[in-house]
């Protein structure tokens, strides 16, 4: 199966950060908060969305920043996938 986003959506996949607090200890994935750091598989065309004219700036590969608790989350082939809107992506991280 292959995931294909419409109009604004964009598909992404979370990454694991590793994270070490300044005493050393580095946090297991239980001990941490949502990631909010994920990779952009797929970008929908953009275009038309609620009146106004989209234009897609994120592009498959980026690294980028959402909202904590933005998208909804797929599970497709053992692989979990966040579908967002562009607009509840923060920034890209280069």
Do not use: F, N
């Not at 990631?35 to 234009?55: C, F, N, R």
């Not at 909804?72 to 280069?94: C, F, G, M, N, P």
């Amino acid at each position: 199966m292959k995931l294909t986003p419409l109009a604004d959506r964009v598909i992404l996949k979370m990454v694991e950060v590793e994270e070490t607090t300044k005493g050393g200890i580095i946090l297991t994935a239980s001990a941490k908060e949502k990631p909010s750091v994920a990779e952009v598989i797929s970008v929908g065309p953009g275009g038309m969305v609620d009146g106004h004219d989209v234009v897609m700036t994120v592009k498959p590969g980026d690294k980028v920043i959402t909202s904590k608790y933005a998208g909804t989350e797929v599970k497709l082939d053992d692989e979990e996938y966040v579908v967002v809107r562009q607009s509840d992506i923060l920034a890209i991280v280069e």
